[in-house]
T-cell receptor, first 111, second 109 residues
Framework: DAGVTQSPTHLIKTRGQQVTLRCSPKSGHDTVSWYQQALGQGPQFIFQYYEEEERQRGNFPDRFSGHQFPNYSSELNVNALLLGDSALYLC??????????FGQGTRLTVV | GIQVEQSPPDLILQEGANSTLRCNFS?????LQWFHQNPWGQLINLFYIPSGTKQNGRLSATTVATERYSLLYISSSQTTDSGVYFCAVGSSGNTPLVFGKGTRLSVIA
């Protein structure tokens, strides 16, 4: 079992650009959640996908959007990047509300 | 929403010492997990423990759900235990995990 995998691992973008991050869940998991972790802080919930629908959303602007595919993999899209979007983006997968497992994260730097 | 507080925020230990990390939460939970974040940012699952006690090698955890707290015990600490330890809780149904601010542990030889 490959566990939760995220790509890319590192990314540098310019202000105003758009970015897409990808996540493949652990085998057998149907729920994918995305988190943003700023330096020195705990992860903050962005949104959760289940059955290809956004089920819950945290306090993030509409510039943050996502998608879940029929194979349960997911994408996080951020438009009109701001310097403050620089962070570690973490994807977690779970089977419903059970134990969540995290990927290694994508470190996004906006310059 | 549910609030999660971890203490202490920082902890420095000599190798071989024992430690206790605490997680307080403000509402009933159906999910509580402890993670260790390594220097590269990956969150490593330590325990899934919405209630009761579990042990895994030198680590153990106890959650007293009725009193809304959880404890993580690290015995005979090693330098590889260094990093940030997070407690995260889910309050009901499929609510996402809410994280505390973490405890930064430094184990020195």
């Amino acid at each position: 079992d490959a566990g939760v995998t995220q790509s890319p691992t590192h990314l540098i973008k310019t202000r105003g650009q758009q970015v897409t991050l990808r996540c493949s869940p652990k085998s057998g998991h149907d729920t994918v959640s995305w988190y943003q972790q700023a330096l020195g802080q705990g992860p903050q919930f962005i949104f959760q996908y289940y059955e290809e629908e956004e089920r819950q959303r945290g306090n993030f602007p509409d510039r943050f959007s996502g998608h879940q595919f029929p194979n349960y993999s997911s994408e996080l899209n951020v438009n009109a990047l701001l310097l403050g979007d620089s962070a570690l983006y973490l994807c977690a997968s779970s089977l419903g509300a059970r134990e969540a497992f995290f990927g290694q994260g994508t470190r996004l730097t906006v310059v | 929403g549910i609030q999660v507080e971890q203490s202490p925020p920082d902890l420095i230990l000599q190798e071989g010492a024992n430690s206790t990390l605490r997680c307080n939460f403000s509402d009933s939970v159906n999910n509580l997990q402890w993670f260790h974040q390594n220097p590269w940012g990956q969150l490593i699952n330590l325990f899934y423990i919405p209630s009761g006690t579990k042990q895994n090698g030198r680590l153990s955890a106890t959650t007293v759900a009725t009193e809304r707290y959880s404890l993580l015990y690290i015995s005979s600490s090693q330098t590889t235990d260094s990093g940030v330890y997070f407690c995260a809780v889910g309050s009901s149904g499929n609510t996402p995990l809410v994280f505390g601010k973490g405890t930064r542990l430094s184990v020195i030889a």
